[in-house]
């Protein structure tokens, strides 16, 4: 993942710094689910359970992780730059409406 990517402009932004999880996860999820295929979205979060968690259950979801990155040198933040993907992905024995 390109740490230089955080800088680049993006189509949303989300704070979820001040937010445990699974909130942090949940709020990142309604926010990709609002946007448009092929949007980004600039997301800042603590290290942590959210740093672990939500970059890995976006990609698991189908979207695209294009950077993660600490928001300056030795900062508890970080940037993670996610694409939302085309594909609608439904839970398992559900059908998509």
């Given amino acids: 993942m390109k740490p230089d990517t955080i800088l680049e402009p993006v189509d949303h932004v989300l704070d979820i710094t001040r937010d445990v999880c699974p909130l942090t996860f949940v709020k990142a999820k309604l926010l990709l689910e609002r946007m448009s295929s092929g949007e980004t979205a600039r997301i800042r979060l603590n290290a942590g359970e959210p740093l672990e968690n ?3 259950a976006l990609a698991e979801a189908g979207h695209e992780v294009l950077a993660l990155a600490p928001e300056a040198p030795g900062s508890a933040h970080y940037i993670l730059i996610a694409k939302k993907s085309g594909i609608a ?9």
Avoid at 89 to 97: D, S
């Fill in 54 to 56: 939500v970059p890995r």
């Fill in 89 to 97: 992905l439904t839970a398992p024995g559900r059908n998509p409406e």
